[in-house]
């Protein structure tokens, strides 16, 4: 069984930066293709960033395009989302997510259900 499992959440200031994690355990991190979402209050669910297995590809929604960076570590099993300038517009509790090369040689996936695994969720809250 694959667990996910979320860091770095918290309250921040509008402009500022924040930085979540994502420890991934189980089988083998560099088999799978990451993501991260996240959900506004009263708001679905929404695709914020994708990456590929080695990190050498990246895939950002329009709205985060050049604030946000999704890097990931193969050998310390663990996904980041590097968030600058923020705005109270990213207040949202923010997953990642994981989906196993098995499925499809596709890296860019940006609905919920091409993912096979996800994490519990982390508060962000930014003040304007």
């Known amino acids: 069984q694959v667990q996910l499992v979320e860091s770095g959440g918290g309250l921040v200031q509008a402009r500022g930066s924040l930085r979540l994690s994502c420890a991934v355990s189980?089988?083998?991190?560099?088999?799978?293709?990451m993501g991260w979402f996240r959900q506004a209050p009263g708001k679905e669910r929404e695709f914020v960033a994708a990456?590929?297995?080695?990190?050498?590809?990246?895939a950002y929604t329009e709205s985060v395009e050049g604030r946000f960076a999704i890097p990931r570590d193969n050998a310390k099993n663990t996904m980041f989302l590097e968030m600058n300038s923020l705005k109270p517009g990213d207040t949202a509790v923010y997953s990642c997510a994981a989906r196993d090369r098995a499925r499809s040689s596709s890296w860019d996936a940006r609905r919920e259900n091409q993912y096979d695994y996800w994490g519990q969720g982390a508060q962000v809250t930014v003040s304007s």
């Open positions: 990456i590929n297995l080695s990190g050498t590809s990246t």
């Open positions: 189980g089988r083998t991190f560099s088999r799978y293709y």
